[in-house]
């Protein structure tokens, strides 16, 4: 039996793009469960771009990861100790159990799951959060009717790739943005009615020849220069469901003038746009359980594909984090622990 | 009988500002109705701030006015010829008869008033489009929650004194924003739990300590500085309502940077802010009949007040709606025509 837990400590925060000096690897001892605790070995590690928000001080929805303290992260962990009876030895769960090897947790912090019904890995992308995000977000905000035009960016990643899928499960016109040939050519394996490359020179030409009703829904993933372009083809009560901003996380101070901001806001105004920011945890009580039925149904079914991007070994967690933020996974990243 | 028709033409469009020369009086014939037709004659005319939008050709939610048409805008009219049974010569009614005397309509484009019930200019503000505006604004995308706390700028206007009042009926916390001390008071006369001079060197200071629990609906009327100091003021999940933007009506150019519209985005996320631009005419259908009695019964008990500022004379119109849109008007602006 091992005797040490491998884990990853936040050790500087970044300026601008993280580095590796930003983490630590650290041995350190393997915690034990208390009465009512379990203890937890990680199987998987899901990578998620939230997780620079919380490398900084700089507000934002949730707390940031102290220097010198595990980064934090939703695993798919096994139980490996029980002290408490809702919980076996080898039962598999969804925690949240950090870029480390062990940790503890309470039963009711956990989400058992059914290894039999989906690769457990699915549980951090399709069938998790990534998942639910898309859904959320889609489903809740962007409410797309049948006919009308979505379109979301990084379209080959484990949250635009379910935005798409659900959008034309819903009956709607799916527009992919990605970034490379390869990324364009799989959103148009998914299934969507377009796909474009947003590093293409006439990249705003191809949008708008992809959207000639105009866009209903943005599902807001990166920010940036798709956003200038998506900005001018929104129709009149579009809904911008504003999930993240990745092409942002790493920005150290504003870019030059002018200043959009009162144009940004005439926009909305002219053409009663809804822009709505969302963290999907806003959703989780009243709504994910609808959730993991429709979606594990669409997904057995094969109308909700996903693919997985697996780094072996927590060690390499860093540089696949680091690479993720440039856009250089392709699908859901995952790190397999154990 | 006048056989003549004074009207307000839109000779040029301006650039910023509009000056006296963009507008030009004119002695028209007076229309003739024909069958299913009214002839009106305007008792008064309201200017609004949307008005500065139509003198323009840039994109907007409507159709600009063409150089040399009346200037549009609603009316109070009284009928003073019918040829349709539905209106009868006496008939007071409000309706879309522009900067002019005379006008023709069918008689199912007014709504026809009962001057017993409250005085018939109301229907242009606190019981016309402006008082819907804030209803519907305030109720439909703000929503309220007893205690929690809606700013409001322009607070002494049509609009802005009708969503701080009513979000006073639905239990919340009102805090009005206005442009220098008699404004401010009139506000705190309203009713309001704080009211706040906009010009003051330390308005975000002031902005801050009148709303110690954060802000959690900014009904939009005016842009420029106060929203800058009131974004920073928002909590999560607060709701932002556009109705206007008035300090960039006249903007011929955007500001000098940094760029903040990715600053903005961040914050639409981070704090889960539903920014949503709307005009009115979304929602008459569903909700004005609504609107209409409770906000009757309002004024009636006194829990609704309104101001009004009245300028006499067509001809005094153009200089009265520049005025208006530096925010020298005190009250909802109408034009007393005859």
Redesign the interface.
């Known amino acids: 039996m091992t005797t040490t837990n491998t884990r990853v400590l936040l050790h500087s925060r970044p300026e601008g793009e993280p580095t590796p000096e930003n983490f630590e690897i650290d041995e350190g001892a393997v915690p034990e469960p208390r009465e009512g605790q379990v203890l937890l070995r990680t199987r998987y590690l899901s990578l998620d771009p939230y997780m620079r928000g919380r490398m900084s001080t700089a507000?934002?929805?949730a707390d940031p990861v102290e220097l010198g303290q595990v980064m934090v992260g939703g695993t798919v962990s096994e139980v490996v100790e029980s002290r408490d009876p809702a919980l076996a030895v080898g039962d598999v769960v969804v925690a949240h159990a950090g870029w480390q090897e062990y940790a503890v947790a309470r039963p009711e912090h956990v989400r058992r799951l059914d290894p039999e019904a989906a690769p457990i890995s699915t549980a951090l992308g399709v069938l998790g959060m990534p998942g639910f995000t898309a859904y959320a977000g889609l489903t809740l905000i962007g409410r797309p009717q049948p006919g009308e035009t979505v379109v979301v960016a990084a379209a080959s990643g484990p949250v635009g790739a379910t935005v798409g899928q659900i959008a034309k499960i819903l009956g709607a016109r799916a527009v992919g943005i990605a970034g490379g040939p390869e990324k364009v050519a799989h959103v148009e394996e998914l299934g969507f009615d377009a796909a474009i490359d947003h590093r293409a020179p006439d990249f705003a030409d191809q949008l708008a020849a992809a959207t000639p009703d105009g866009i209903d829904v943005y599902f807001?993933n990166v920010?940036?220069h798709v956003?200038d372009a998506v900005l001018r083809r929104l129709n009149?009560?579009a809904r911008v469901p504003?999930?993240?901003?990745v092409a942002?996380y790493n920005?150290t101070?504003?870019?030059?003038?002018?200043?959009?901001?009162?144009?940004?806001?005439?926009?909305?105004?002219?053409?009663?746009?809804?822009?709505?920011?969302?963290?999907q945890t806003?959703f989780v009580a009243e709504h994910e359980a609808r959730f993991l039925e429709e979606a594990s149904a669409w997904v057995r079914d094969g109308r909700l594909q996903y693919r997985e991007d697996v780094v072996d070994g927590l060690a390499n967690a860093p540089e696949a984090f680091i690479g993720m933020l440039r856009g250089q996974n392709f699908g859901k990243l995952v790190v397999r622990v154990s």
């Open positions: 507000k934002s929805y807001e920010g940036g956003w009149t009560y504003v999930c993240g901003l942002h920005q101070e504003l870019p030059p003038g002018p200043d959009r901001m009162s144009m940004l806001m005439q926009q909305v105004l002219i053409r009663s746009l809804t822009v709505r920011g969302f963290i806003e």
